[in-house]
């Protein structure tokens, strides 16, 4: 007769290993964020100034902070001192920010100290604004053997499609890249020009209509920071 015909020994032979996958999936699971302590989020861009893609990096930072269940930290690893930048906005809002000005070429400080910054905080999502910090970003994923899962959203290829070097550095370091976000289907199909998987990229399109206050048209402007998010335009009518 099979030594397994029965449940009980089942139960004998399952049971420790059941016992012991639940109490280390469930360590893991309480490390990782996802056990009651919320999900850990690093928003990497390289300045914070008041600039398009910084806005939507603050807004979205701003976004998650109020949501119940993630825990937000923005940093930026070459701003310019002197200049006005969102990080005021974001302290005020209570989401801590991490600058510092790099050196002016590749910097393997700035690497080991975002490395840092995932293995203290206990970083779950690394999430990367375009081409430079999806290099800081890969390799301190590598660094730290990949214990954060690295999101890349591509906002625009201007500055890597008119040099060979950051197209080649694009279609490396978005190997790294868990998910890759474009911001609209045009820029989706550029992205899988540069040869990377169509299947890995998700599109998010971040104005799809025309808003009015009144008889004014809200018209969306990132540089100067206009942008008007569905959640305030539930809160304002």
């Known amino acids: 007769r099979p030594f397994f015909s029965g449940p009980l ?12 996958v639940c109490l280390v999936g469930g360590r893991a699971l309480a ?15 390289p300045t914070l100034c008041l600039g398009g893609l910084e806005r939507l990096v603050c807004t979205l930072a701003t976004g998650l902070h109020g949501r119940k269940g993630f825990d937000v930290l923005v940093v930026s690893y070459d701003q310019p001192a002197g200049l006005r930048s969102w990080v005021p906005r974001l302290e005020e809002a ?6 510092w000005r790099k050196e002016e070429r590749f910097s393997p400080e700035s690497v080991l100290r975002l490395a840092r910054l995932v293995v203290s ?16 970003g890969s390799l ?39 998910r890759i976000v474009a911001v609209s289907p045009w820029l989706k199909d550029r992205i899988a020009a540069l040869g990377v998987d169509p299947d890995r990229l998700t599109i998010i399109i971040y104005q799809l209509v025309t808003l009015h ?8 402007s990132k540089r100067s920071g206009d942008i008007v998010t569905l959640r305030e335009v539930i809160d304002e009518v």
């Not at 020994?9 to 012991?20: E, S, Y």
């Open 9 to 20: 020994p089942w139960l004998a032979a399952a049971g420790p290993v059941f016992a012991v």
């Open 31 to 45: 490390r990782r964020g996802l056990a009651g302590e919320g999900i850990r989020v690093l928003e990497l861009a």
């Open 94 to 99: 209570g989401i801590p920010c991490v600058s």
């Open 121 to 136: 905080r206990k970083t779950d999502i690394l999430h990367a604004h375009d081409l430079g910090p999806l290099i800081y």
């Open 140 to 178: 301190a994923k590598a660094l730290t053997f990949g214990r954060t899962r690295l999101i890349l959203t591509v906002h625009s290829l201007l500055g890597v499609e008119r040099d060979r070097r950051r197209v080649l550095y694009f279609r490396l370091f978005a190997r790294f890249a868990d």
């Open 213 to 220: 206050r009144g008889q004014e048209v809200v018209r969306l």
